[in-house]
């Protein structure tokens, strides 16, 4: 049966349209949207886009995991910084603006530098997924929280990493030459090398530190250097571009070092791996990593690999994904969208079921998880394999590393 | 420091040096002819190493072979920029044809962004990591066939500007405009190929390179930069002294970068640049203006 609506049907209505539509912006008569909204702040233009672009991969597959493990899901709110500081500032604005009620990011020490004054101004709570720089949990501030070691976390642990690695194998190199990248990354590292070093006994000394240009055509007469010296071992702090440079000219200038310890990123990335083949096996890089044998390591890495069938899970996509989970865990516990109320959670946050080595993720005082410990991964059979700390190793280290005429 | 090291890093000076010099012997034969500086000389070679990746990936031939496709297309291209384009800024001020070049230039790292993304891409060659061991020298295998290669190109180079006819007209061109006017040579077109030889040179150099290095757009202003120091250096405009030119910056970037601290290689190639406008500013082979 058809029942045709007449004018005065079709006006009350339109009238009562528009009255639910006048009163929508003060909530009245919309249901309560039941996720998050996270404002994810990534460098994904600019000189940073690969590396934005890799954490963000991770965001795919992460309402599916959290729903797993009974969390709620996440309305995920886009903001690129654009690599730039004042845009990361900018965009922070504009997504509490729009209704982010927590932030999440931003890979950049001085973009994250930046949200996070912005989120401490305006009472919305950060949650660093990657950034180093110490200063960001030293501030005194309430909203701000970093599941990230700083940069003196991760030199610490390096040295404590190498000097496990040494006693395992009954290997350690007498003499090192340090090589680094002489940009701002580069530089700090050097300095922080020297200084978090004194700390340590390490069975090495220093033989020589060479510098090179980040923008170098060539490092032949940089190898040629450290080559003379006779050093046991390469310490490198470099990027990807010339850490493929500098196998190659290790491999042509006929110089296979016991081992090449690597601080910083290059050696461990799936282009070094692809570009080098059997050549790019061998290195260990110290780095922020992953638990190989955590449950939840595990399926993230099985929801990952079918994602991205072609690409290794990395630190990008794990501190990221650490990120949003804290928020997912504190939304749950918090039972608010309150800024505050979802501040107060985060800081008592106690996750042990997760992804990060160490025991898991809780935060002091600062806001800073310092119980994360970094991990010592080796390039091997073109994969990579954790050989440190012990407790989050899924393989023993090879060293010295396999000579490159005999590979 | 044993001797070995200044004798190893000093032939991998000079060696890469003579394909720096190939590169730059395309921005002198442009100037010396044409008369107008190719601010997208770098540009056209990443251009150029990007063709042989292409190539390299298709048809999995040696870089060293490729480098004749390759030169052909940059001298097509060269041929048709300087009678579509640069042609009719040949009589303008000179800040008028740096414009357009840099805008060439923009255009060209832009394009290159676009289609091949931000990422260093290399090829692998089956001598990609050999070297060859003389006594306590090791010469990287890579740069050794380059560096013949890039003396072949020049001699050829040389070759065709001395004994060809076509050759001895650009140079005419080159050494007096009104009178090669006055003969009747078709001035127009001797720029045009003067242009897309000088491009051809920086085609072949482009391939040469992609069997020593790997690519990314952005160092093209890079290479740019280095071709002027060089092309300067030997002397502007000088076919002989933009290859010396060469051999000198290669040199000078390798001993300064083991005698004092790689990260300043650049500085000490800048400083030869410095010594050499000072106390001979034409250019170590260049002539002095009239």
Known sequence: MTQRTNRRQFNQALAAAGALGALSPFGIARAQSKALKVGLLLPRSGVQAGIGQDCHRVVEITNGLLRDLGLPALDIMNGDTESNVDVARSRAECLIGEGAQLLVGAFDSGQTTAIAQVAEQRGVPLVINIAAAPPITEQGYKFVFRNFPTAPMILGDAFANQLELFAATGVSPKSVVFMHVNDTFGAAMQKGFTGVMKKFTMPYTVADTIAYDPAARDLSVEVAKAKATGAEALVMVSRLNDAILITRELVKQRWSPKAVLSMGPGWYEDQYLKTLGKLGDGPISFVPWYDPNKKLTKQLEAAHRKAYPEISLNTNHVYTFEALLIAADAFKRAGSADPKALADAIRTTNITNNVSPGPGIQFNAKGQNDKLKDSAIQNRGGKLVTVAPKDAANARAQLPMTPYDQR | ?290
């Open chain 2, 1 to 290: 420091m044993p001797v070995e090291i200044y004798l190893n890093v000093a032939a991998s000076g000079l060696l890469t040096g003579l394909v720096y010099g190939l590169m730059a012997l395309g921005l002198s034969v442009i100037f010396g002819v044409v008369r107008v500086v190719n601010f997208a000389h770098g540009e056209m070679m990443t251009l150029a190493m990007y063709l042989t990746l292409v190539l390299f990936s298709a048809l999995k031939l040696d870089p060293l072979i490729l480098m004749v496709p390759v030169a052909a297309v940059l001298f097509v291209l060269g041929y048709l920029l300087q009678r579509g384009l640069i042609n009719p800024f040949i009589n303008r001020p000179e800040h008028s044809q740096f414009m357009l070049l840099v805008a060439v230039a923009l255009v060209l790292v832009n394009v290159q962004l676009i289609v091949f993304g931000p990422d260093a891409q290399g090829i692998r060659t089956s001598y990609s990591f050999d070297s060859f061991q003389l006594g306590a020298l090791i010469v990287d295998a890579s740069k050794v066939y380059a560096a013949g290669a890039a003396l072949v190109v020049a001699g050829a180079l040389f070759a065709f500007f001395r004994w060809t006819l076509l050759g001895k007209s650009i140079r005419a061109c080159a050494d007096n405009y009104h009178g090669a006017l006055v003969v009747g040579l078709d001035v127009k077109r001797l720029y045009a190929l003067t242009f897309g030889i000088g491009s051809a040179c920086v085609g072949a150099a482009g391939a040469m390179l992609m069997a020593v290095t790997d690519v990314t757009p952005t160092i093209g202003p890079s290479y740019t930069l280095l071709a002027f120091v060089i092309v300067i250096t030997g002397g502007l405009g000088s076919m002989p002294g933009a290859l010396l030119g060469g051999l000198l910056i290669g040199l000078t970037e390798a001993l300064g970068g083991v005698l004092f601290t790689p990260s300043a290689k650049s500085m000490f190639a800048f400083g030869l640049l410095v010594l050499v406008l000072l106390f001979r500013p034409q250019g170590i082979l260049g002539r002095k203006a009239a």
